[in-house]
Each structure stands twice: as C-alpha cells, then as structure tokens.
C-alpha cells in the first residue's frame, strides 16, 4: 500500500468499555511498532513484532493490553476495560525488514478518548 | 534506561531564517542511533534524519543536519532556509543497537513563520 494506516481514526469509549484498534502496515514489511503517545509528550513504546511474531511486549501497560499480528501483515492492539488514563494517541509503525534500526514509517494514529 | 531530553517545548523561526532545535540522551551504551522525526499537524510521522553513533560525520538531509556530539551526547537539528511546511512537532530519538525500543523525547513545536 501508498503507507501505513489505521483505523479507526477515532475513538470514544466508556470506561469499561473494550476496543480494538487496527493497522495496516505497508504491504511487504516485516517489522510492526505499536506506540503510545499521551498529550503533549512523545511516542512510548509498547510492542513489536517480526512477522506474527511478538518479539517484545515490554511496553504494554497492563494486561488489559493485547496486541495480534496472526498472518504477519495486519495487527490489532485491543484494549479490555478501557480507564480514563488509556486516552492517547496510539501510532503503528512498520519497517521493511528484521532490522531494528531500519527506518520505521508510521500511521496517522487512532486517538482514543476514555470517558 | 536511556531518556531523551528536549529542552525548548516551543520555538519559531522566520521563513528563511536557520534555527536548531537541541537535544540531549543519556546512555552508557557506544553504539547506538539517534533520529529526528518530524510529527505535522495531521499527525503522521516522518523521519527527518539519522546518525550512527559510530559514523563521527554529522549527517546531512538536504537542509537538515545535525550536530553530533558523542562525548556530551547531544545531538541537535539544523533547518536551514525554513520554509511554512517546516512547522510541526520534532521529535529527537534513541535506539540501542540491535533493540526494538526505540525512546523518544518530548519534543519541541516549530512554528515557521512568513
């Protein structure tokens, strides 16, 4: 595909309520990024992986914190009992190959809003 | 850990005029990357430029370039001849080498103005 994206663009959730945000990442890379960035501050790690493969999950928050890549192409961060502090912007990255420091091309972001 | 520092929340600069735009890590690692990635107003993120710790030239994107300072780890942006485009959120960050985490600073919001 032309880059990353995700969708939804937005979202409002009830506290308590369970998402689920999606990526597409460029046709063809290997490498997929999840990040969070609250307001005002940069992107925080939170999960990669190589293929379906989930390499690190060290950034995840909590347990309520779930991320997919089940045929190595498109991933799904879902968040169950969404709190009031999970409101962010949530960016997907993904790179061509299993380089770590291989240029990493980012979605537009789901912002998520926890009422 | 390793933090990245981004000491001016906000800064503008005239249309044409040069500005640079600081950062600052902390790391006992000796190779490792550091990036600038420019964050516009619809949000996607763009990586502006990179440096290899090990590479000492300063790299240079067009009119974007660094000042790669290893021993006080610093690494500032130049934009030279700025243009409107130009104003966005910058990010400055750092990856270990062979590392997923790739850690960010809070970033600086440029404003380019005519």
């Known amino acids: 595909g032309a880059g990353v994206s995700q969708s939804p663009r937005y979202k409002v959730a009830k506290r308590g309520q369970d998402v689920a945000l999606r990526c597409d990442p460029i046709?063809?890379?290997?490498?997929l990024f999840w990040y969070q960035q609250a307001l005002g501050q940069g992107p925080e790690f939170l999960t990669y992986?190589?293929?379906?493969?989930?390499?690190?999950k060290s950034g995840l928050p909590s347990d309520r914190f779930f991320a997919e890549r089940p045929e190595g192409s498109v991933s799904t961060l879902k968040i169950q009992r969404t709190q009031q502090e999970d409101s962010a912007v949530y960016l997907c990255?993904?790179?061509?190959?299993?380089?770590?420091?291989?240029?990493?091309?980012f979605g537009p972001g789901t912002r998520l809003l926890v009422l | 850990a390793q933090t990245v520092t981004q000491s001016q929340p906000e800064m503008s600069v005239q249309e044409a005029e040069t500005v640079t735009l600081s950062c600052t890590y902390d790391?006992?690692?000796?190779?490792?990357?550091l990036f600038w990635y420019k964050q516009p107003p619809s949000r996607q993120m763009i990586l502006v430029i990179r440096?290899?710790?090990?590479?000492?030239q300063n790299a240079t994107e067009n009119r974007f370039s660094v000042n790669f300072q290893k021993a006080a780890k610093s690494f500032s942006l130049k934009i030279s001849d700025s243009q409107l485009g130009d104003t966005a959120m910058y990010f400055c960050?750092?990856?270990?080498?062979?590392?997923?985490?790739?850690?960010f600073g809070a970033g600086t919001r440029l404003t380019v103005k005519p």
């Open positions: 990255a993904s790179s061509l190959g299993g380089r770590l420091e291989e240029t990493q091309y």
């Open positions: 046709s063809g890379h290997v490498s």
């Open positions: 992986f190589q293929n379906e493969a989930q390499l690190d």
């Open positions: 790391t006992s690692e000796n190779n490792y990357y």
């Open positions: 440096q290899e710790a090990y590479k000492q």
């Open positions: 960050a750092f990856m270990k080498l062979y590392n997923n985490d790739m850690r």
